[in-house]
């Protein structure tokens, strides 16, 4: 089977399997209408360190302060929850789940960096709950935590379509019994990844230092 006709059996299980989609849009519903975590008190005072070295020009200093006021701003608007959408696994997503890549590309001037960011929305004029993280500890273990949750339902719904292209048929036991395998083998290799990369860049800085 080949790329374009494993992509065009994926859009034809999706068509016959409408509430597939469900799975993408409510994990959208939830970070456009939950409780938000903010990792701004984080980032403010990761910034507040930051120092603007005294031998730049003044357009130098400019863009310096003009960039760490767009961090700052998008760690305002950055949902922690939003881990819970593994692009790299193909989850769709209207809601952008990386703001500091919108900042980027604002400052960059790169437009396809830049995504639909939804508005908050809230209930009967009232806002909507912040959960606001504050230990770096802490931050850690929810990334690990919501970038696993994200996987497994990354391969959940992964698992459901090409079941639909390969069998032809929805047998959503056999998926469920089958997901914690695929997740899993995900999960290892970002796990080969990660550590792929510490010990490349960990040489790399020490040369560089």
């Known amino acids: 089977m080949g790329i374009i006709h494993s992509l065009s059996s994926g859009f034809d299980a ?13 994990l959208d519903i939830y970070l456009w209408m939950g409780p938000r975590l903010s990792i701004y008190p984080l980032a403010k005072r990761a910034l507040s360190t930051v120092a603007l070295p005294a031998s730049a020009s003044p357009e130098e200093l ?19 929850f939003s881990l819970l959408i593994i692009r790299k ?46 230990s770096e500890s802490v931050l850690l273990g929810l990334y690990i935590l919501l970038s696993l949750v994200g996987m497994l339902i990354g391969c ?27 997740w899993a083998r995900v999960a290892l290799i970002a796990l080969l990844i990660f550590v792929g990369l510490l010990m490349l860049g960990v040489p790399l800085l020490v040369i560089v230092a």
Do not use: C
């Open 14 to 26: 999706i068509t016959k399997r409408i509430w597939l989609i469900s799975i993408p849009i409510l």
């Open 89 to 134: 696994l193909g989850m769709p997503s209207l809601i952008s789940p990386n703001p500091w890549l919108e900042t980027l590309g604002i400052t960059l001037n790169i437009s396809n960096l830049v995504t639909f960011q939804a508005p908050e929305a809230s209930f009967f004029s009232r806002s909507l709950p912040v959960i606001e993280v504050r």
């Open 156 to 182: 959940s719904y992964l698992g459901l379509i090409a079941q639909e292209v390969r069998d032809s048929q929805m047998n959503v036991a056999h998926v469920l019994r089958r997901v914690w395998i695929w």
């Open 62 to 80: 400019l863009v310096l302060t003009e960039t760490k006021g767009l961090l700052e701003q998008a760690s305002q608007s950055f949902n922690a």
